[in-house]
């Protein structure tokens, strides 16, 4: 009962460096998203897929690029890190756009 | 532009009494809205949702949620409140693309 599932839980980076957030979900969903949460920020929306083939920006999508590999597949990529991006990562899913989002466990990532 | 604000970043309650934590939403069109918890180092955990219908909602840890729409409100309720809900709790309402734009969290800290 994995649900959505984010690698790796924690990281650090210095700046410059580039990596990858990857996530995948088991629940055969359509719809997935990154959100990043900064303290008393909330949750804000990166990048999402609407659907397989499909990415859209969100509020805050400069630096970060995404793809949606395949159904189960959409990974989050920071192709050279800046301490404005140390944050939490979340990634989530839904079976459609009206749907409950599902959220995983979280990716603490810090640029140093 | 939909938007959410969250009245209050922390409130402080004792164990067994009870608590609001306030929402206000901004929308001209049809709204969905959420709530969900977060437990320290974790992810978010739908507690209760509006889509349509009755006005007052329940959810899971015996929270409950009144949506008011003359009011533009979705402030969420428990009667009596326990150490194991001291958590965050983001307010969010869905856009018609489906993503989720958050509140910035009320931070519920259960005092013995």
């Known amino acids: 009962n994995a649900g959505v599932t984010q690698t790796p839980k924690f990281q650090v980076l210095k700046t410059g460096q580039s990596m990858t957030l990857q996530c995948a979900q088991d629940?055969?969903?359509?719809?997935m998203y990154w959100y990043r949460q900064d303290p008393g920020m909330g949750l804000r929306l990166i990048y999402y897929s609407a659907s397989e083939g499909t990415t859209d920006k969100g509020e805050v999508p400069n630096g970060y690029n995404v793809s949606r590999l395949n159904k189960r597949e959409f990974s989050l990529r920071l192709e050279s890190a800046a301490p404005s991006q140390t944050s939490v990562y979340f990634c989530a899913s839904s079976l459609s756009v009206r749907d409950t989002i599902y959220f995983g466990e979280g990716s603490w990532l810090t640029v140093v | 532009a939909q938007s959410v604000t969250q009245l209050d970043s922390q409130v402080p309650v004792f164990e067994e009494a009870p608590v609001e934590l306030r929402c206000n939403y901004s929308s001209s069109v049809s709204v969905y809205l959420f709530w969900y918890v977060q437990y320290p180092n974790q992810g978010l955990q739908l507690l209760l949702k509006?889509?349509?219908?009755?006005?007052l909602v329940k959810g899971i840890n015996g929270f409950e949620a009144e949506f008011n729409k003359s009011q533009t409100s979705f402030h969420l309720r428990k009667p009596s409140v326990h150490i194991s809900d001291t958590a965050e709790y983001f307010c969010a309402v869905r856009r018609s693309q489906g993503n989720l734009i958050f509140g910035k969290g009320t931070k519920l800290s259960v005092k013995p």
């Open positions: 509006y889509l349509s219908g009755s006005t």
């Open positions: 629940m055969n969903h359509n719809s």
